[in-house]
C-alpha cells in the first residue's frame, strides 16, 4: 500500500487517483493515517465484509437472545443446593 502526505496527495491527486485502482493509497498528516483513497471494487469489497459481519453480530444476538430466554426459565428452578452441587461437579 502507498503512502503519502496530506501536502503530496494534495499536490499528485490525479495520480494518486490512478494509483489507488491498483491499490489503497494512505493518507498521512503528521506521520498519522488520516484518509485513504481505494477503487470502487475495494470499497464494495469492504461493505460487503461490514454487511456479513453485521448480519453473523445480529444472528449471534438473536440466539443468545433465544438461549438465555430458556436458561432463564430452567434456572429458576435451581435451588442455592442445586447451583452448589453443578459447581462442585465441574471442579
Known sequence: M??????EAQNR?????DN???????ITRRGRP??????PEDMK???AVR????QIVSDFEAFFAKSDARR????ANLTDDDVKRMVDELR
Open 2 to 7: 502507498r503512502t503519502v502526505s496530506s501536502v
Open 13 to 17: 491527486f490525479g495520480e494518486l487517483l
Open 20 to 26: 489507488a485502482q491498483r491499490e489503497p493509497v494512505t
Open 34 to 39: 488520516v484518509a485513504f483513497i481505494l477503487s
Open 45 to 47: 469489497d469492504l461493505l
Open 51 to 54: 454487511h456479513k459481519r453485521e
Open 72 to 75: 432463564k426459565a430452567d434456572a
